[in-house]
């Protein structure tokens, strides 16, 4: 099988899991023609996906049973070892060089389990974290994050083509997941330093949009000043992307820092400052409600005393 | 004295303190044509200016009697208040309608207050520091963040015009330094998470030129990122900006929230790392020296350690 030549119309491939990512991502597959059997542990948060082609598979094994690649992107690590490793799970039916493909931002010593376990059934398995949010999965435009051995990622690079602009192989089975990490770790304090500037500009008695002005575009500027303080400063704290996630991948990279051995302060902050927005209700909320926990520190509730 | 709308060959300029971006703003104005009179401590540190045609002047009180607007950009909070209200400071012999420009990253209840006594002499003052570095110094492209009375601020307009690219009046005095604080806050939380990143990223193996490929153009991504995180991988740690005024403006700001009576604990954790850098040697080399004391936290030196 040379899936970087295929015909599309002759590769068969899974799609595990089917959130607000894997909806749109594995959408850019079937319009690209692949023949795709999907499976989510809730049926009708595939039916989009059905009704576009698909076919159903009634679990991983059953994807993988009648798969050439597949696909996982779900929520937690647990869930993508049952995905993988379960009962139920794609190395039980995996055929010999069949490529597990884990989107799902995961731990990286599990992808480096994964890829043990499939290659003692000669199957292959490539992590593929990704950054881009729901915007960048139904735009096509996700940066990818690829670790695993070259021929696989090859193999699946012309699928990958058809789901992010920025799609770079990082070194061997669990790279991916760790370079995801390093993605994490920079959002993570920047995105203390966006949360305090507007609360400090804020008492001080400064106009917040005026002060974006003149902050944006400078050295101080970044992707979360110029994309999340805008949604802040207007009281918007709706979901691009989870808080109760966001805590899940902090969490993973302080267990590698741990078990590294070295020393992050300020992602420990982070993630203990985003504990506190879950602990007072925030777990569904977008990542820029940061700017609630960090005014109650002070006193204060946000939406009440910012000015709109 | 129509400022706006005046042929420069009649505006008279004083401008005071011609460290790296003193010398190449003063600069500016000499080349727009401006009839210039500085002084700096040292008197050689000037000589470039006075080689180019301005005139020396023996002391603050001294080019504020020969100018019709004098701007100062200094070292430190206490250097402003010489400058200004000191014994041979400005407002000993400016004429009424004079336009004093303070551009130094200071204290903003510095800024109120010589706006206050300006005021008593009727004089102008505006509080204008700038982002952009000794590069948007040299090119003209810096973003100057003012305070002050509207009329004065539109008076300097031509001027700022010479040095910067974003020009924002952001209220009255103390306005211009309270966003530039915002912009450090931002700055300073920013660059733990690009120092821990790296720190992370190659800990964990990978190589860090081809990370940051897939981490520069996404949510994670910023200026800092972009910028500093090359040099950082490289072992480059010159002076962009120095870390000790970098140390400097994270106290203001730190006094400032507790005048407030807000608590920024990102801020106030990176202000510690920077200490912690300055007692380790660092207080002359650029703000990404801190991923040394990152490493040193760690028990690395990270010339050493690092790739690259």
Not at 139 to 148: A, C, D, Q, V
Not at 233 to 259: C, N, Q, T, W, Y
Not at 268 to 286: D, I, T, V
Request: net charge negative; with cysteine; aromatic share 6%.
């Amino acid at each position: 099988m040379e899936l970087g030549t295929a015909d599309p119309d002759v590769t068969k491939v899974g799609w595990i899991g089917t959130g607000v990512m894997g909806l749109s991502m594995c959408r850019h597959l079937i319009d690209a023609g692949y023949q795709m059997t999907v499976y989510s542990r809730t049926r009708e948060r595939s039916a989009p996906l059905l009704d576009a082609g698909a076919k159903w598979g009634a679990s991983p094994a059953d994807v993988a049973s009648s798969s050439d690649v597949v696909f996982s992107i779900v929520g937690y690590p647990d869930d993508v070892r049952e995905v993988h490793l379960g009962q139920k799970g794609t190395l039980k039916t995996a055929r010999p060089e069949t490529i597990l493909v884990d989107m799902t931002t995961s731990r990286p010593a599990l992808a480096g389990e994964i890829f043990e376990a499939a290659r003692a059934k000669n199957v292959h398995s490539v992590d593929a974290p990704v950054s881009g949010g729901d915007v960048g999965a139904k735009n096509g435009t996700l940066s990818i994050m690829i670790g695993g051995e070259k021929g696989a990622v090859s193999a699946v690079g012309p699928l990958f083509e058809k789901l992010g602009r920025t799609i770079i192989h990082q070194g061997p089975a669990g790279a991916g997941q760790h370079t995801k990490m390093a993605n994490q770790i920079l959002i993570a304090t920047n995105m203390i330093g966006v949360c305090e500037s507007l609360l400090y500009a804020w008492k001080s008695g400064l106009d917040l949009d005026t002060v974006l002005q003149s902050v944006s575009s400078g050295a101080a500027g970044s992707w979360s000043l110029s994309n999340l303080a805008p949604r802040i400063v207007r009281g918007d704290f709706a979901p691009g992307f989870f808080v109760e996630h966001f805590v899940k991948d902090m969490a993973i990279a302080l267990e590698e820092s741990a078990r590294m051995g070295i020393t992050l302060p300020g992602l420990a902050l982070s993630h203990q400052l985003y504990s506190e927005l879950m602990a007072q209700g925030g777990a569904r909320q977008g990542t820029q409600a940061l700017q609630l926990a960090l005014a109650r520190m002070s006193g204060m509730e946000w939406g009440q005393a910012a000015p709109g």
